[in-house]
């Protein structure tokens, strides 16, 4: 297993474009988590996944975004009609419950909306 | 949620201990603290992880005193390489929240 994986790493829209990301946690880990970083900013907590279930959305940060992880292995973050403001980089993470407490992330998606 | 406070930017030189504090002054009695690092363009990486007293890795030592209610990331001996971003965690239930972080430039 080679870590978490994201997709794609970039990816530049126009507004108003719907956009999906797609993240692969490591296989053993049954708990997903989304985080939104800015420039110059530390990583903010989208939502997150136990195994297929979403545990915690209140901080997505409109309904124009949703997240899903249908069988409890890769999950997905769409943002609908973008917005500049979305411009961002889309990390992943993954952690086995009940470990040591290390999230491991991945490479992140970076999202530029024109 | 817990807070962490931290200083936004620290510069050291090559080869010194660099020391890094964070307060959480309302950590609650089940919380654990977790240092990561981050490089430009990259995801945060996994340092170290403490509960109480002293924990030390290959990389760091992380320093806690009995109340708990701050911790101090310790670097020995810095090269270049250690130029990144440094974030105190307080896992909250199951959630992970990143503050700003401290910004570390090491120079020759």
């Known amino acids: 297993d080679t870590g978490v994986s994201q997709n794609p790493r970039h990816k530049i829209t126009k507004r108003g474009q719907n956009v999906t990301f797609r993240c692969d946690p490591i296989?053993?880990?049954?708990?997903l988590y989304w985080y939104r970083q800015t420039l110059g900013q530390g990583p903010e907590f989208l939502t997150y996944?136990?195994?297929?279930?979403?545990?915690?959305k209140s901080r997505l940060l409109s309904d124009r975004f949703s997240a899903e992880r249908p069988k409890g292995s890769f999950s997905t973050l769409e943002i609908q009609r973008t917005e500049q403001g979305d411009s961002a980089m889309y990390l992943c993470?993954?952690?086995?419950?009940?470990?040591?407490?290390?999230?491991?992330f991945g490479e992140g998606s970076r999202l530029t909306v024109l | 949620l817990a807070k962490t406070t931290q200083p936004i930017s620290m510069d050291s030189y090559e080869g010194q201990e660099v020391n890094i504090t964070c307060s959480h002054n309302n950590i609650a009695t089940n919380d654990y603290i977790t240092w990561y690092q981050q490089f430009p363009s990259q995801g945060p990486r996994f340092i170290i992880q403490?509960?109480?007293t002293k924990v030390t890795n290959e990389v760091a030592s992380l320093f806690i005193p009995a109340d708990r209610k701050s911790s101090t990331l310790s670097l020995p001996r810095v090269s270049l390489s250690d130029t990144a971003v440094y974030y105190c965690?307080?896992?909250?239930?199951?959630?992970?929240?990143f503050g700003p972080g401290t910004r570390l430039s090491v120079l020759p």
């Open positions: 993470a993954s952690i086995e419950t009940g470990g040591t407490g290390e999230l491991f």
């Open positions: 965690l307080v896992l909250y239930g199951q959630n992970f929240v």
């Open positions: 996944f136990q195994n297929e279930a979403q545990l915690e």
């Open positions: 403490g509960y109480k």
């Open positions: 296989s053993e880990h049954n708990r």
